[in-house]
Every structure is written in C-alpha cells, then in structure tokens.
C-alpha cells in the first residue's frame, strides 16, 4: 500500500514540475523564464534517490515533457536519459558525493549536457529548415548562461539552507582530519 | 564502467523505447489526448498567472525609465497631435477602402475564441517565446495557416501546427512567421513580413519606386489562403532605402502587446 502511496506521490510531482516549468516559468519575464525546474529536480533527484528510481523519474518527467512539446517525440525523453548517465557517471566516478562543490559542478555539467544534446536534436530535425545552427547564435549562449546562473544559484541556496539543518551534506574532500 | 551502470537499467531503457514507437503508432493518443485535455484547466491557470506577473514587471520597468522620458515626451507632443490628425486621416481611408473592396467586417467574420495555454521557450529565442500554444485544435477546424487576431482585431500571428485539442501559433515577431501584407499607402504596395530579432516585424524586398510614409498601415493583403485581406497588423515606424540599394526595408511596429496575449481569436474560411 505503501508503495502505491509513494508512486502516487511521484507521479504527482512530475505533473507539478511539469506544469511549472511549461506554463508558469515560460510565461515569466526573459530572464526568469530561464529557470529549468525540470533539470533542477532531477539533479535533486540523483543526490537523494536510488539510481533506479531517478532513471524511472527522467522516463515521467520526459514523457510527459514529450507529450505537451511540438517537438518530434522523444526528443526529452532522450535528453534526460543521456543527462541521468551522464551525471551518474561524473557522480560515481568523478565528484566526492553529496558536498555542495559536487552538486554545483554536477548542475554546471548537467545543464551544459542538456541544453547541447537537447538543441543538437531540434538542430538534426530541423536540418532542411532555415533555422540557424544554436552554437553560432549569440542568443542561444546568453539563454544558456542565464540558466546556469539560475540553476547554480538555486542549487547553492538549496544545499546551504539544508547544510544549516543536516550534516549528510557536508563537503566530504576538505575534511582533512 | 559506464556499461556496467547502464546494464542493470537496459528493462527502463527498453520500456522507454517502446513507449516513444507506441506513440508513433498511435496506440498512446487516447491517453495522451486524455493528459491534454484534463491538464488544460491548469496550464491556462498557470500561464495567466505567470503572464501578469511579466506584464506588470515590464510596466515597472517602465516606470523607472518614465521619469527621464517625461521632458522628451513633452517636446514631442505638438508633433504627435500633428501624426495623430494625420493617422486620423488614414484610419478614415482605411475604413472606407475596407467598404469599398467589400472587406469582412467583425461581425461576419467567422472566429473561434481560443485560450492561451503556454508558451514556448528556448534558449535561441530572444526576448518572447515567440510561438503560443492555444487550446483548440483540429476538432475545432483549426488546420495550419489560419490567421490569430487579439481582441482589437489586430494580426497576432499565424497557426504553425495543429493537434485535435492545441495548436501552436507563430508571433509576428517570429522570424519564421511570414506573412502576405500590404501597406496602404497610395500604391497599396503588398509584401511579406517576417520578424525582426523578435521585437518587430519587417518587409524586406520593396521596390525603390513605391513611396511608403512613416505611419502607413500595415494591412494582411488577401493574398494567402484562409487569410481574408484588412486585418491590420501594425504601423511603418522605418524606412531604410539607400539610393544603392535594389530594395527598401521596412520596419513595422506591432500594434499588439505580445505580453498581454491571455485570449486570442483564431479566424476561420
């Protein structure tokens, strides 16, 4: 029972995040609009769940972001799976777990991540169109750089208000005792 | 290492797969028409929501660069009763032009009202999402082409794609968004808007002879399919002609405020 109860649960919050992200931020001045809740909570996501769970999370959360998208289907299905791997293996491999350093190199990696495989796709199925290449578009790089303030600065803030109430976050590296 | 990771996943991997080919199928429409329809209620909530809150954040904006506008504005008010008489003018030509070519008035025009539900937006837009995405669709007739007008009766945009509950329309000020214009001035001269940096609209490719004015009416010029001609767009707030150049450009100012856009008119055949 308890298990359905959580499902539920999770479900609900990839609906809300969903709805928050297309409706509510898209519709918020140019630069606010630039918060990326979707990525933001599966880097969350990754910190405080089991690999398996985050995975079937980035399968909602691009499913649904693929059913309300007029982009080909897939295309954030495919995104979040590549990003989830991607961060996964710089997390095992790479960052000391859980220290606010790790979490902000994570979202600084996860949002490049994203936003390349994401605009590479839109590129490749829109390659008869007149649609220029993202990379020489200087608007593209000011978008991509709003959003990784936005992303840093929220992930930052989340972690000190959380390292004020636990100490599971604590950056493990300097601690050279 | 990174295939040791992914092995134990491959199952979600595969689902995932199956999922996107059942959506190319169609199997998944009835479910993902269902997630539409009952999300609707919400999206529109959250979009009004979020699109005031951007109006009113503008409006403040303004208001700091008001203070210093004030004296400029003042300086310029005997020449805008002058352009106001003048636009005046045109207006009168505009609405007797409209009588004489038997245009549509809003009473006859077939329309479906339509809510605005989200908008889109990538990095490589500029400063407004540029496409909206409205709440009818096929089921209402809607099919790609068909003209969006605001509740003025001025030219939004165009409807790009079309599902059975949605469709997405293309801003004015979307580069990709063309369409047929003419301007009134005494030719009539007709051409073809795009967007310009997604903050104005212009016409490219007018020939050097036409002889358009600052302030000339931009109208749709019943050339394009679905279209009917005398919807107004907007008002020539430029001209480059540089006598070395074969064209002129001109620059059209939208006469709709794209953060307002809570409720929009969808015109049918």
Redesign the interface.
């Known amino acids: 029972m308890k298990k359905y109860f959580i499902a539920l649960l999770y479900i609900g919050l990839l609906?809300l995040v969903v709805?928050?992200q297309?409706?509510?931020?898209?519709?918020?001045?140019?630069a606010f609009?630039?918060i990326n809740i979707i990525l933001l909570a599966l880097i969350l996501f990754l910190f405080f769940l089991d690999?398996?769970t985050v995975?079937?999370l980035a399968?909602g959360l691009?499913?649904?972001t693929?059913?309300?998208s007029?982009q080909l289907?897939?295309f954030y299905?495919l995104t979040l799976?590549l990003v989830v791997?991607l961060a996964?293996?710089l997390l095992?491999?790479w960052f000391t777990n859980r220290s606010t350093y790790s979490f902000l190199a994570l979202t600084f990696f996860a949002t490049l991540s994203y936003?390349f495989i994401l605009?590479g796709l839109?590129y490749l199925s829109n390659f008869l169109?007149?649609?220029g290449f993202?990379l020489w578009?200087a608007?593209?790089w000011a978008?991509?750089g709003w959003?990784l303030v936005w992303n840093l600065g929220i992930i930052f803030l989340f972690f000190w208000v959380m390292n004020l109430t636990t100490t599971r976050l604590k950056p493990v590296f300097l601690d050279k005792r | 290492m990174f295939k040791n990771r992914i092995k134990p996943h491959i199952k979600i991997i595969v689902v995932a797969g199956l999922l996107i080919f059942l959506h190319f199928i169609g199997v998944l429409s009835p479910l993902e028409r269902l997630t539409v329809k009952v999300s609707q209620p919400i999206f529109n909530k959250l979009y009004s929501l979020g699109s005031d809150w951007r109006k009113d954040y503008n409006q403040k904006n303004s208001q700091v660069d008001l203070n210093a506008k004030v004296n400029d504005l003042e300086n310029e008010l005997g020449t805008l009763v002058v352009a106001n008489a003048r636009l005046k003018d045109l207006e009168n030509e505009n609405q007797k032009l409209r009588e004489y070519l038997n245009f549509f008035s809003q009473q006859q025009m077939n329309y479906i009202l339509a809510k605005v539900t989200s908008q889109e937006n990538f990095l490589d837009s500029v400063k407004y999402g540029q496409n909206i995405i409205i709440n009818q669709g096929s089921v209402n007739n809607l099919i790609p082409g068909l003209v969006v007008i605001n509740g003025q009766g001025v030219v939004v945009g165009k409807v790009l794609e079309v599902k059975e509950n949605s469709a997405r329309v293309c801003l004015l000020i979307n580069n990709s968004c063309k369409l047929a214009v003419s301007i009134l001035n005494q030719n009539r001269t007709i051409g073809v808007t795009e967007g310009n940096l997604g903050l104005t609209v212009k016409i490219n490719f007018v020939g050097q002879t036409e002889k358009i004015n600052q302030g000339d009416i931009v109208v749709t010029s019943g050339l394009e399919k679905d279209i009917p001609a005398g919807l107004v767009l907007g008002r020539v707030s430029q001209i480059n002609n540089n006598e070395n150049d074969v064209w002129q450009n001109i620059n059209v100012e939208p006469l709709v405020n794209f953060d307002n856009l809570g409720i929009v008119s969808v015109v049918l055949p």
């Open positions: 609906f709805f928050l297309l409706s509510l931020i898209n519709s918020w001045p140019y609009s630039r690999f398996k995975i079937l399968l691009g499913l649904l693929d059913i309300f007029w289907f897939g299905t799976f791997f996964d293996f095992a491999n936003n605009y839109f169109s007149d649609r993202f578009q608007n593209f978008g991509l959003e």
